[in-house]
């Protein structure tokens, strides 16, 4: 009998490879679903939300806009070109073809109601210098907002709208339990596309920035862009957890780099300014530098970390309190500074004539310094809006006439009718009025006079269209002007 061991046929063998690789393509499957069932789904917390979160469109007169599109020129130019024309063309909202070349600037963004009597959040630069501010709800109502306040420094805005009807209110949560790594969301307004959603995660949290060291940011990668500010940024539990205010970008788009207003701080203004009319942050009144390595080492600390004084500025809390230039603020009121720009957070956010205490490093030895905290110069009151000089011979139409001189009726031909001196928003605006227009009918009444102009204007009916005959450039046309 032979010894030899028997051979496997080459069909066995590959029938065996065949299994193997059928279980590693299966085993591979059931990972990625199991990876698949642990991701987040956004459809019913979108659901749930979106009712409270609304578009915001702004008007302002062109002498006071620094242009008429949500971004600038620089901007515009690394979108798409489609995007281009539509933001360019003749039939633009935003108003680049609009006849006379000065319509109302406009622009958009972003916001939520955050109480059933109708206030709703916002960013500063999304209302900055606007005449008129327009609040779209997802059911596509739209009311006149008012501005209660803003609040430059966080980049944040108060607004109040009114209806009989409750509204939806989000709810609100609690950033300074946001960690990086969570899940969080996003709903606004890119570009004007209204309830856009968009996803990510917290990437860190008390980002300070150059132009705000007093707002501790939430850096997410949550996609932002032009129309986003002002929205709310929501956790998985249906929490707004802060604003969507700036974006870093090189291209003027998203770039994967976000920051929001952690909504502890912005319902701490927020409610500043609807019960006080004013924002009081806490002040130190010292100038204060990074401590590096070598620092470090030249002030006998074993790493890099607290927040090196400066300078002290006089007459300042921080003066009257025996603080010194050379001091390295280490804690304050327990919580330990481990940059530079942990500190003006804290202080901003202590109570205006609290005592707070800093542990400091003087001369290579520590020691505890009480202050009274002061009042940050600067936010004695909250920035109110400034109420628009009333029209002396326009009203509620939004534009000025003055006496037609006898050589520029001559010029146009005509033997009576008002000269328009200027032009607001309004309806004269949306009526396609411009400056140098004579007027010589209103409501088919004929105009001689500025005095008659006044008189037909106040007598106008409210919400029916009137008609407006104007002469142009030698040319009459009718126009449909609605008070």
């Known amino acids: 009998m032979s010894n030899s061991i028997p051979q496997r046929s080459a069909t066995t063998q590959k029938a065996a490879g065949f299994t193997s690789l059928l279980v590693g393509v299966l085993a591979l499957m059931l990972t990625a679903t199991a990876q698949a069932a642990n991701l987040p789904d956004f459809t019913e917390l979108v659901k749930d939300n979106s009712a409270a979160v609304v ?23 690394q979108l798409p070109e489609f995007f281009q024309d539509f933001f360019r063309g003749p039939n633009s909202p935003y108003g680049r073809g609009a006849p006379g070349g000065q319509p109302p600037a406009r622009s958009m963004g972003s916001g939520f109601i955050v109480s059933k009597d109708g206030y709703v959040l916002t960013n500063n630069h999304v209302v900055e210098g606007a005449d008129e501010i327009i609040v779209r709800l997802s059911d596509r109502r739209e009311m006149k907002a008012e501005l209660v306040g803003t609040d430059p420094r966080s980049d944040m805005a108060v607004l109040k709208i009114t209806d009989d009807e409750d509204l ?36 860190a949290v008390g980002r300070s920035l150059p ?65 006080q009319g004013s924002v009081a942050r806490g002040w130190l009144g010292v100038l204060i530098q990074e401590v590096n390595r070598d620092l470090a080492e030249s002030f006998g600390l074993k790493r890099p970390r607290g927040a090196l004084v400066a300078e002290v500025m006089p007459d300042s809390p921080a003066q009257k309190a025996g603080l010194q230039a050379g001091d390295i603020v280490l804690e304050y009121n327990g919580e330990p500074i481990t940059l530079s720009s942990d500190l003006p957070p804290m202080v901003g956010s202590t109570p205006v004539g609290e005592t707070a205490t800093l542990e400091v490093l003087r001369g290579g030895d520590r020691q505890e310094i009480k202050v009274e905290i002061g009042r940050l110069p ?17 009203g509620a139409l939004g534009l000025m006439v003055e006496p037609l001189a006898e050589k520029a009726r001559k010029a146009a031909g005509v033997d009576h009718g008002v000269l328009v001196s200027n032009v607001t928003q309004g309806p004269a605006v949306n009526a396609g009025i411009r400056p140098g227009d004579i007027i010589t009918e209103l409501n088919r009444k004929p105009i001689t006079s500025v005095e008659e102009f006044r008189q037909v204007a106040s007598q106008l009916p409210e919400d029916k269209a009137v008609s407006v005959r104007v002469v142009r450039q030698g040319r009459a046309t009718y126009l449909v002007m609605k008070p």
């Open 55 to 77: 578009n915001i469109s702004t008007t302002q007169e062109r002498g006071n806009a620094g242009g008429n599109m949500p971004f600038d020129e620089r901007q515009l130019e």
């Open 168 to 203: 939806p209110v989000v709810s609100i949560g609690k950033s300074s339990e946001l960690e990086p790594g969570e899940w969080v969301f996003a709903i606004g307004s890119p570009f004007g596309f209204d309830y856009t959603v968009t996803a990510g995660i917290v990437s």
């Open 211 to 275: 132009s705000e060291n007093y707002v501790p940011f939430i850096q997410t990668d949550v996609a932002i862009n032009p129309g986003n500010s002002g929205g709310p940024l929501f956790n998985l539990d249906g929490d707004v957890v802060g604003i969507n205010s700036q974006i870093y970008t090189r291209s003027g788009g998203f770039m994967g780099v976000s920051f929001a207003i952690p909504i502890d701080q912005a319902m701490n203004v927020f409610k500043q300014i609807r019960d």
């Open 378 to 394: 600067g936010d004695e009151t909250a920035q109110a809006p400034t109420p628009a000089t009333p029209d002396t011979n326009g």
